[in-house]
């Protein structure tokens, strides 16, 4: 299986501030994804990030709050902007697996622990 | 991607079989049933996955009915670190065919 490792694991953050998440995997991979999971919520898909190109937006999500980069296949970073208290959440980072490349299934999703951010 | 419903929550007896329903009445021919669960504070594990046949693995067994309307997840015996929150999920298998998360199960592995 993947390992994603995320950073920072918990951030407290004053409201009106921006906070960077990044998303390292150690395999390469196809598709990343990015989810929030609100408190006492399920997983909500925020994007996918692509690539070498803009990431995919889920409705809801837009760019200027959640910008994403992806500048390779291994690394992702997801930035929370202008927060408020309401983006209190947990953010997940999320891989697939391209066919059995580096030992990763295309029908597994693997997921990151998760960066528990809190905005005051 | 189709809908799921299960159940809010669930209660186990440790050392028994766990089985948690699933209903995908709208479930299409190309759609994969997928199952993962979430203990507290962790990011979702996969547990299985299958189409039309059942499934077995080291942690669980899948079974899917004839006209795929539902299926059942179980656990053949449960242990108090199987609580956790259990997602039943529909996709179509392949590349990039994302995840949606419904509400979940809550299986609380008792004593």
């Known amino acids: 299986s993947a390992v994603i490792s995320q950073k920072p694991s918990r951030d407290i953050c004053q409201r009106g501030t921006s906070l960077t998440i990044q998303c390292q995997v150690d395999?390469?991979?196809?598709?990343m994804f990015w989810y929030r999971q609100q408190p006492g919520q399920s997983l909500t898909l925020i994007a996918t990030?692509?690539?070498?190109?803009?990431?995919?937006?889920e409705s809801g999500f837009v760019i200027d709050k959640f910008p994403i980069s992806r500048p390779n296949l291994t690394f992702s970073t997801l930035t929370v902007s202008n927060m408020s208290p309401e983006d209190s959440s947990i953010y997940l980072c999320?891989?697939?697996?391209?066919?059995?490349?580096?030992?990763?299934?295309?029908?597994?999703?693997?997921f990151g622990p998760g960066t528990r951010l809190t905005v005051t | 991607d189709a809908k799921t419903t299960q159940p809010t929550s669930m209660d186990c007896a440790e050392g028994r079989a766990a089985n948690l329903p699933c209903n995908h009445s709208?479930?299409?021919?190309?759609?994969?049933v997928y199952w993962y669960r979430q203990i507290h504070s962790q990011g979702p594990q996969y547990i299985i996955h299958?189409?039309?046949n059942n499934e077995t693995n080291e942690m669980a067994s899948l079974i899917i009915t004839e006209d795929r309307k539902s299926s059942t997840l179980i656990l053949p015996h449960a242990t108090l670190r199987d609580t956790a929150v259990y997602y039943c999920?529909?996709?179509?298998?392949?590349?990039?065919?994302?995840?949606?998360f419904g509400a979940g199960t809550i299986l609380r592995v008792k004593s």
């Open positions: 999320s891989v697939l697996g391209g066919g059995t490349s580096g030992g990763l299934s295309s029908y597994e999703q693997y």
């Open positions: 395999s390469q991979v196809t598709m």
């Open positions: 990030a692509n690539q070498g190109s803009e990431a995919t937006y």
């Open positions: 709208t479930i299409s021919g190309n759609e994969y």
């Open positions: 299958g189409l039309k």
């Open positions: 999920i529909v996709r179509v298998l392949g590349y990039g065919n994302k995840l949606v």
